[in-house]
């Protein structure tokens, strides 16, 4: 049972266009949502997070946005550059369990 | 350098044979999850363990075991192989009481 959905395998973004990465989840029990990068060869790298008592935070060119009612999350990457290219995966805690879900990931390619 | 350090980084091997996958925390973090990653697919929990004891189990096959030495140190071992088991093997730490974990480069395993 996938309680974390990244629905997008891939996106191909031109250079200094917007990124949107989404993800869902089924758990109303997560409190806790983060992205994690990954590049070929290495480990992911955590990118952003946002509580559960929040909507939007912003680092930078990323921003993630919640979207409790829909159980939806979404990141944002402006302007994107041929070096955000790499898979993309968001995750979520549930609290309860202290456990993180992953997705399956999204593969960005940002074309220069 | 994530801090997390997995030994080796690939590993060939043949049906029917065991591995073990080590791997070593962040300094100070007392949690150590494994994860499989397999093409195409997302990061699948197998288990975690805190301060050696055995916290939680994810979709672990019984031919899989892990466990965590006094210094911290995780191991994966995986026996009597298959072609399926051909994946990424990613090893994490997290602090107590953090937000997210940190993961090592992980460990290619071939299975021919």
């Known amino acids: 049972d996938q309680q974390v959905k990244q629905n997008s395998p891939s996106l191909s973004v031109q250079e200094g266009r917007i990124s949107i990465l989404n993800c869902d989840y089924t758990n109303s029990m997560f409190d806790y949502f983060l992205w994690y990068k990954k590049y070929p060869a290495e480990g992911p790298t955590f990118l952003i997070s946002i509580s559960s008592i929040k909507d939007k935070n912003e680092d930078g060119r990323f921003t993630v946005f919640l979207n409790k009612s829909a159980k939806h999350l979404s990141l944002h990457i402006v302007p994107s550059q041929p070096g955000d290219s790499a898979v993309y995966f968001c995750a979520a805690r549930d609290y309860n369990f202290n456990k993180f879900y992953f997705g399956s990931g999204t593969k960005l390619n940002v074309k220069p | 350098d994530s801090g997390v350090t997995q030994t080796p980084k690939h590993l060939i091997t043949a049906t029917g044979q065991r591995v073990t996958l080590r791997c070593s925390p962040r300094?100070?973090?007392?949690?150590v999850y494994w994860y499989q990653q397999s093409l195409d697919q997302g990061l699948q929990f197998l288990i975690q363990y805190y301060n050696g004891e055995e916290r939680a189990k994810g979709n672990i096959l019984e031919r899989f075991s892990a466990q965590q030495f006094p210094d911290l140190h995780s191991e994966l071992n995986l026996s009597s192989l298959e072609l399926g088991d051909s994946a990424l093997y990613f090893c994490?730490?997290?602090?107590?009481?953090?937000?997210?974990?940190?993961f090592g480069s992980g460990t290619r395993l071939t299975v021919v």
């Open positions: 300094s100070g973090d007392l949690s």
């Open positions: 994490a730490s997290r602090a107590s009481g953090g937000d997210g974990y940190t």
